[in-house]
């Protein structure tokens, strides 16, 4: 095959020279086709209009070259990557806001710790007002039914508004206690956020500042193979510490940044560096949610070279494996993520 276009060539090459000059304007093309063959043209014929081509000099020299009509599954998969990116991108810039407010709320962690126990003190001071309304109401219940029972001795109808009047004060009475499971249920996710806050505080106390990483394009049609679907929260759950193990031992620059929607480590010094983000992304209307993995080369020659290795590859194929899941990512399109609910902690709000 290398033969027969070089001839080609040398045959092309001698009837541009025996011709007279072609025009400045006129074009010359050189393209191949699914078979191998090689064309000449001026023009390409509409068979071969979505294949790659050179476009010529008079001389033989290449002047541009002009990629493949993307297919639709190709404009498909950028699309949803670019999605990905975007959604990813939100909840990085969304981190680093949270972190500034932290930041400027707290000097020490001491503040964080009077600020959680007053939080606590006051929903502590609500449930004993909820203790002390519930045995208001099991007095009441307990003159209500002891009037009761005297009417019945007495022979007596017991009215439909007496009969109504108990029922509510028991409704109350069921209220009441639901009222303080949920607020018991309240200071445990206080504790849990604000723990959350203190380990993130020292984390942001001891690093030095760093500028923000972009999360930049690439054009590897695997990346799709890097996005984890998880069916539900526990299973999200496990398949996110799974995911943290993975960054560890895969990543060769610093973590920067652990929370509960970002995993990211620094960006690309070297150009056999390897920069690994993890997002958790939540779909609208989904109890699941997408683990997606993006893994980032320095922006180099050598950087874009080293991240075309087959050991970057098995870093890429591996995600998916190590958390468990290996079947296919359907790449049809879903709806559009719908932004995480967050649920304030006083001064801060935590990922």
Not at 83 to 88: H, K, M
Not at 235 to 259: F, G, I, N, P, S
Not at 291 to 308: A, I, N, V, W
Request: aromatic share 6%.
């Amino acid at each position: 095959m290398r033969y027969r276009v070089e001839t080609i060539s040398a045959l092309i090459a001698a009837t541009l020279l025996a011709q007279p000059a072609i025009s400045p304007a006129a074009k010359l093309y050189r393209w191949m086709d699914e078979n191998g063959r090689v064309y000449y043209s001026d023009v390409v014929p509409p068979a071969h209009i979505r294949n790659a081509r050179t476009r010529m000099s008079e001389r033989g020299i290449e002047l541009e070259k002009i990629d493949a009509a993307k297919t639709r599954e190709q404009m498909e998969r950028e699309e949803e990557l670019k999605r990905l990116r975007t959604e990813q991108q939100r909840l990085i810039d969304e981190q680093h806001a949270k972190d500034r407010v932290l930041l400027r709320t707290f000097r020490s962690t001491d503040d964080i710790l009077l600020t959680r126990d007053g939080k606590l003190a006051y929903i502590d001071t609500s449930i004993q007002i909820i203790r002390g309304n519930i045995r208001r109401l099991k007095m009441k219940l307990a003159d209500l039914q002891k009037s009761a029972a005297n009417l019945e001795r007495q022979g007596q109808k017991i009215s439909k508004n007496f009969l109504t009047e108990i029922e509510n004060t028991r409704q109350q009475l069921k209220d009441s206690y639901a009222d303080i499971i949920h607020k018991e249920q309240s200071k445990e996710q206080i504790r849990k956020k604000f723990a959350a806050d203190m380990a993130r505080f020292r984390s942001l106390k001891n690093l030095n500042p760093q500028p923000e990483v972009v999360v930049e394009e690439t054009h590897r049609r695997s990346l799709l193979e890097t996005v984890v679907i998880c069916a539900s929260t526990p299973d999200c759950d496990a398949a996110w510490e799974k995911a943290e193990v993975y960054v560890r031992a895969h990543a060769t620059t610093r973590l920067q940044m652990l929370a509960e929607s970002i995993i990211m480590t620094a960006a690309p010094g070297q150009s056999n560096d390897i920069s690994i983000t993890v997002s958790r992304i939540t779909e609208r209307g989904e109890t699941g949610a997408k683990l997606f993995m993006d893994l980032q080369c320095k922006e180099s020659p050598r950087g874009r070279e080293f991240c075309e290795t087959e050991q970057v590859d098995e870093i890429r194929s591996g995600f998916r494996t190590f958390l468990g899941y290996t079947e296919e990512i359907s790449e049809e399109r879903e709806p559009a993520p719908e932004a995480p609910t967050v649920t304030p902690t006083g001064p801060e709000e935590k990922s």
